[in-house]
């Protein structure tokens, strides 16, 4: 019997002198743990079990109750303030260490999030893509348009060789001042190239006349007799010739001929004119 106290008590008292030191290794390499009294007061307690163990193995052979008595007391204090602790301090922190199924919980939920933005991100990867050919296709189509609005214009400002030397430009709509000077350039360029005499403006397509109009043509007009050519104008409408009128639009010094025929056959005798009277120089 006593040897059987003997040894339990002792194998007890071992290993509450292992467990402290367990306690002291955690203690030193998690200095962030906010127990750290709490551990303190544990390892007293159980160093102090330990030791009212091993006293239990002295009393055997020596009646040391005073000093065993005092060991438990000592035991008695120092858990009652591991316990306090513990209750106070440590379990109000443990009580907000999540559960395995709030952590499970948390990490689907996590997956499903990140899961939504990888399709959202992907998404928007598309919705860039289309944007970016919708911008390259809208970029496209304004060139395209450019390109048109400068074919159209080429067109409706035409200078066109009639005969050799001579030259008709039909105008067509309204002469806004980047087609006056579109078709001041194509003029005066065509006249250079073709060494024209005489230019026929053909105004049949003008319905409308006001004074920035007809600022413009005597602007060419001017132009052109600088480059040594003479100008006809041609198909001048009623309503156009009133306008003029009534504008006080000074045109007797510019030759007018009722049609493109006509203002043809004035052009042809004045270039006649004018090789006659070289030929004769």
């Known amino acids: 019997m006593i040897g059987l106290h003997g040894i339990a008590d002792f194998v007890i008292a071992f290993s509450y002198a292992w467990i402290p030191l367990s306690l002291l290794e955690l ?6 743990i906010p127990v750290n009294w709490t551990l303190v007061c544990f390892a007293a307690f159980i160093v102090l ?5 091993a006293l239990d193995v002295l009393v055997v052979w020596k009646p040391l109750y005073w000093l065993t008595g005092e060991v438990k007391a000592a035991t008695a204090l120092v858990s009652i303030a591991t316990a306090v602790l513990l209750r106070y301090r440590v379990l109000p922190h443990l009580l907000t260490i999540p559960s395995l199924d709030e952590i499970h919980a948390a990490t689907k939920r996590a997956e499903r999030e990140a899961a939504a933005a990888n399709a959202a991100s ?15 296709e ?3 189509a304004i060139h395209r348009i450019r390109c048109q609005d400068a074919a159209i214009r080429e067109l409706s400002t035409p200078v066109l060789p009639l005969h050799d030397r001579v030259l008709l430009s039909p105008i067509i709509g309204t002469l806004d001042s980047p087609r006056a ?6 003029m005066l360029s065509a006249v250079r190239d073709h060494r024209a005499a005489v230019v026929i403006l053909d105004l049949a397509g003008v319905a409308v006349m006001d004074a920035a109009v007809a600022a413009a043509l005597l602007r060419i007009v001017d132009a052109i007799r600088l480059l040594g050519a003479a100008c006809v104008i041609t198909g001048i409408r009623p309503a156009v010739a009133q306008t003029i009128v009534t504008l006080g639009i000074d045109l007797s010094a510019v030759a007018t001929r009722a049609d493109v025929r006509e203002g043809l056959q004035y052009a042809m ?8 009277a070289s030929g004769a120089a």
Not at 181 to 186: M, N, R, V, W
Not at 269 to 276: G, H, P
């Open 27 to 32: 203690w030193r390499a998690r200095r962030d």
């Open 269 to 276: 005798k004045f270039v006649d004119r004018r090789a006659t």
């Open 122 to 136: 992907a998404e928007l990867a598309k919705v860039n893509a289309a944007l970016l050919s919708q911008t390259t």
């Open 138 to 140: 809208l970029q496209e």
């Open 181 to 186: 000077c579109q078709l001041a350039e194509d």
């Open 49 to 53: 079990c330990g030791l009212g163990h």
